[in-house]
């Protein structure tokens, strides 16, 4: 088999292989390897290497084989992760400069089981600095480019972790997502990612060095190829927590639907205080028709009982005040003048940052009992509709822009300028309330730049917004590997 057959195939695939005795552990990684020298230099994804590591790992995962040992279902596939997540050897500055000797005593959790079942961590990939931005790029390790145009950014903070996957220079990555850190750069590069319930998954290890609280909304989930291989990386790393370990365990829930058929869809394509790219909205509706002519029950009305420009309003609040503890103490008693100015009833979006980075503890009390209020109204919602499929961003992926505060930077939807911030709401929409949501390829816009959707199912619906996903590949496509990586 030649190895340009393999080289982007999903990563369940190349451990059936490899158990198999088809292709060898070494085999995989020397080649990914070799992807890593002639892509990587065009793209900068791959920013650390354990190459020696990973070769005597490599070596024993063959050995075992020999011997008739199978170590996990991910027996010798070779993985990088994002730069974020702590890697026992490896640096984890999260992109900071001052964090660049940064060695961890152990690794992540997550990490830590993806090795127990046979995976071979060989590399990390780029993310932006301290994580904060749609864009990958930091003074550490420069910037990373779109596989699919490099003028264009992969998104960010997984950034480097989807370049990796769409380029081919790894078979499965770990990112993590706050305000969409998964799924926009899933979208913008292609591939599969998939944000999880509100710590099925424990973020332990993936915290900025020094710290060990784990922020609010804030979750840890596979970035992969295929939807096969995001339950696989799932049913792997889900869990608790070291110290909760002791106590409790994980049990997933199965999906019940067999066939698309069998799925109850509800679907939300624009808002007016989110606007969407025609671009978008178009290829959405598309999978709305497919759908629809596979006999799907489809419902473009349905949404749960509040408004959604309630819940953007709130995800912010809650977000901004979930990063506060990241703002250095002059910034945040300047944004508190700021806020003690504001007139009493003011609330434009231009005035959200400073009144929510300072909100006092009674205020976050009444918008975290507002969003318990919203998670109960999503768990009537998901009584008579299994997936709701949404936009993942308003566009796909820009051209780069570095300059400025990353978030005060405009996006130009449908020939108008508006603010980055007023596409938070598709990631905030499901993650204010704890809900999964994969994120899946459905095409390609007229410039060649990649479309994904976005498919929020009820909490701990894990498997079943995965399943959808797995389904809706059978009918339209999956994973398409970019023009300039697809051979060899």
Request: charged residues 25%; hydrophobic residues 45%; aromatic residues 8%.
């Given at each position: 088999m030649a190895k340009s057959d393999w080289a982007l195939r999903p990563a369940s695939w190349l451990a059936a292989e490899i158990r198999a005795g088809h292709i060898g552990c070494?085999?995989?990684?020397?080649?990914?390897?070799?992807?890593?020298?002639?892509?990587?230099?065009?793209?900068?994804?791959?920013?650390?290497?354990?190459?020696?590591?990973?070769?005597?790992?490599?070596?024993?995962a063959d050995q075992a084989l020999a011997r008739?040992?199978?170590?996990?279902?991910?027996?010798?596939?070779?993985?990088?992760?994002?730069?974020?997540?702590?890697?026992?050897?490896?640096?984890?500055?999260?992109?900071?400069?001052?964090?660049?000797?940064?060695?961890?005593?152990?690794?992540?959790?997550?990490?830590?089981?993806?090795?127990?079942?046979?995976?071979?961590?060989?590399?990390?990939?780029?993310?932006?600095?301290?994580l904060g931005d749609l864009q990958t790029y930091n003074a550490l390790y420069g910037t990373t480019s779109n596989p699919w145009n490099p003028a264009h950014t992969p998104g960010g903070s997984s950034g480097g972790a989807a370049a990796a996957l769409a380029a081919g220079m790894t078979a499965l990555e770990?990112?993590?997502?706050?305000?969409?850190?998964?799924?926009?750069p899933a979208h913008y590069c292609g591939v599969y990612g998939h944000k999880p319930t509100y710590h099925l998954i424990t973020p332990r290890g993936q915290q900025a060095p020094g710290r060990q609280t784990m922020p609010d909304l804030a979750a840890v989930g596979p970035m992969a190829r295929s939807a096969d291989d995001l339950a696989l990386a799932l049913r792997v790393m889900a869990g608790p927590d070291r110290r909760d370990a002791a106590a409790w365990r994980v049990r997933l829930l199965r999906p019940g639907q067999r066939r698309l058929q069998?799925?109850?869809?509800?679907?939300?394509?624009?808002?007016?205080?989110?606007?969407?790219?025609?671009?978008?909205?178009?290829?959405?509706?598309?999978v709305v028709e497919e759908l629809r002519r596979a006999g799907v029950r489809v419902d473009e009305r349905a949404r749960p009982k509040f408004e959604t420009a309630e819940a953007d309003r709130l995800f912010h609040r809650l977000l901004d005040s979930a990063l506060s503890a990241r703002v250095p103490e002059d910034s945040y008693r300047e944004m508190q003048r700021q806020a003690a100015?504001?007139?009493a009833g003011d609330d434009d979006p231009a005035t959200w940052v400073p009144r929510d980075v300072t909100l006092t503890h009674r205020e976050w009390l009444i918008a975290n009992e507002r969003r318990q209020q919203m998670r109960v109204l999503w768990?009537?919602?998901?009584?008579?509709?299994?997936?709701?499929?949404?936009?993942?961003?308003?566009?796909?992926?820009?051209?780069h822009h570095q300059s400025g505060e990353p978030f005060d930077r405009m996006l130009t939807v449908n020939g108008v300028e508006m603010p980055l911030r007023r596409q938070f709401f598709w990631c905030g929409y499901p993650a204010l309330a704890h809900l999964p949501a994969t994120v899946a390829p459905i095409g390609t816009s007229p410039d060649g730049l990649p479309i994904g959707m976005q498919i929020i199912g009820p909490e701990y619906g894990d498997l079943t917004c995965i399943q959808f996903a797995r389904l809706l590949a059978r009918r339209i496509g999956g994973f398409q590997p970019p023009p300039a990586c697809a051979n060899g």
């Open positions: 070494r085999e995989a990684l020397e080649h990914y390897l070799e992807r890593i020298e002639r892509y990587n230099p065009r793209f900068n994804a791959v920013i650390q290497l354990d190459a020696a590591g990973a070769r005597v790992r490599a070596d024993a008739g040992e199978i170590l996990g279902p991910l027996h010798g596939v070779p993985m990088t992760v994002k730069e974020s997540f702590d890697v026992t050897g490896m640096v984890t500055s999260w992109g900071a400069p001052e964090f660049k000797d940064y060695r961890p005593a152990r690794s992540a959790v997550c990490v830590e089981r993806l090795a127990a079942a046979g995976a071979n961590v060989f590399g990390k990939t780029n993310v932006p600095y301290f770990v990112g993590s997502d706050i305000a969409s850190s998964i799924r926009v069998d799925f109850r869809v509800a679907v939300l394509a624009d808002t007016g205080h989110a606007p969407v790219d025609a671009v978008i909205r178009d290829r959405l509706q598309h100015a504001l007139p768990e009537e919602f998901f009584q008579e509709h299994d997936v709701m499929l949404t936009p993942v961003a308003a566009t796909v992926a820009p051209t």
